[in-house]
């Protein structure tokens, strides 16, 4: 079973998240830090606006910062392009029989409006999303999670990913993992490398 994540793996929307912080922040009188960036980076969205309130101190509910926040992501992920031969790559692993999976911290909405501008859903057997397991991408429930959901064994698994500690995290549950180098993780690259089964700067490489 081939398990996917989709910002910064399969798509090019990282830039988007920052892009929205910054413009977020501004409207705000707010300055980022790398402590704000790093950890909204890594959350999924109920957790990234709870934080943000508590950090900055802000007068505005979780659900006032998320609903700012979509404001601007509906139009980008309707625009988003994806990684360089990411969709040939899916191609060739359906044409070859394989079972594959989306596993995902993306706001479910905006999940799917990306997969409906490329014509992705029917690759993947299920869509996990982290949001409704209340989880972070980060924790090895997750993987846990997603193979008893699928019905494998996490050993039959192959993730995916961009971020080093969710490849980190999925190991630790027995699955292997393939780093895919975005430029949101470029400091971890070499980590990656070591700690990956595999590592990837593009999925052209794999065509």
């Known amino acids: ?69 979509m404001a601007g992501a509906r139009s980008a992920y309707a625009q988003v392009e994806m990684k360089p031969g990411a969709l040939a790559f899916l191609e060739r692993c359906r044409d070859n029989g394989e079972s594959m999976a989306l596993v ?35 924790d090895p429930a997750v993987y846990r999670l997603t193979a008893e959901r699928l019905g494998v064994s996490p050993g039959d698994c192959t993730l995916y990913e961009d971020a080093p500690h969710n490849c980190a995290a999925a190991q630790s549950m027995g699955m292997q993992a393939v780093g895919v180098y975005d430029r949101f993780y470029a400091k971890y690259r070499e980590q990656m490398r070591r700690g990956c089964d595999g590592y990837i700067d593009s999925f052209l490489e794999l065509l």
């Not at 409906?116 to 972070?136: K, M, N, S, V």
Request: overall charge negative.
């Open 1 to 69: 079973m081939l398990l996917f994540d989709l910002d910064g793996t399969l798509i090019d929307s990282n830039g988007i998240w920052e892009d929205i912080d910054l413009a977020f922040l501004g409207r705000h009188g707010l300055t980022p830090t790398e402590e704000y960036a790093h950890t909204v980076g890594h959350s999924i969205f109920p957790v990234a606006a709870a934080f943000t309130r508590d950090y900055y101190h802000l007068d505005l509910t979780p659900e006032e910062i998320m609903d700012e926040w």
């Open 104 to 138: 995902t911290a993306c706001v479910p909405e905006l999940c799917r409006a990306a997969l409906r501008r490329h014509d992705l859903e029917g690759f993947f057997t299920d869509f996990i999303f982290a949001q409704e397991l209340g989880l972070e991408k980060r």
